[in-house]
């Protein structure tokens, strides 16, 4: 498995500016990239900003990052393509996020600083756990709305 070099940071750092961070809202400190201007075309554009920092997820597995970078940083992809989807404050939301610059961070971290070694499989269980309850908790409630309404209409008649 290849490794990443400190060489090789420039060209990873340029992709994850352009896509997170290399305009500036005129007057304010507020960054914005590539990410966030697909990201204005609902659904569509939001898809093509997942392909785009998924695909900068595999280059940076592909030099060698630990089970425990690249699950950190298919998280951070998850959820800003959850979050970001929502209309309106899905578009807001990306604005301070930034996943890919977030996962380059996490790369260097783990290169330079010797951090984030281990398998991730932590990761993976507790995300998988959240979803089971989270789905839990939706059919708990769609349970409890469905009952609701039949209680409702069963006084209508």
Do not use: C
């Not at 659904?43 to 940076?60: E, I, K, P, R, W």
């Not at 970001?84 to 578009?91: E, F």
């Not at 610059?101 to 398998?119: A, F, I, P």
């Amino acid at each position: 498995m290849k490794t990443t070099t400190q060489e090789e940071f420039p060209w990873l750092d340029r992709a994850s500016d352009f896509l997170d961070t290399r305009y500036r809202i005129p007057g304010t400190n507020i960054r914005f990239g590539a990410d966030f201007i697909i990201g204005l075309v609902p659904y569509a554009g939001d898809l093509v900003s997942f392909l785009l920092s998924g695909g900068l997820v595999v280059v940076m597995a592909r030099k060698g990052a630990s089970g425990s970078v690249v699950a950190r940083m298919i998280l951070n992809v998850a959820v800003d393509a959850i979050v970001g989807s929502v209309p309106i404050l899905g578009d807001l939301f990306d604005l301070g996020f930034k996943a890919n610059r977030r996962n380059l961070r996490l790369l260097k971290e783990h290169y330079e600083e010797g951090k984030h070694q281990g398998s991730g499989r932590g990761i993976v269980v507790g995300v998988i756990v959240a979803l089971i309850v989270i789905f839990v908790l939706a059919v708990v409630l769609l349970w409890w709305i469905v009952a609701e309404a039949l209680a409702i209409l069963a006084g209508l008649f």
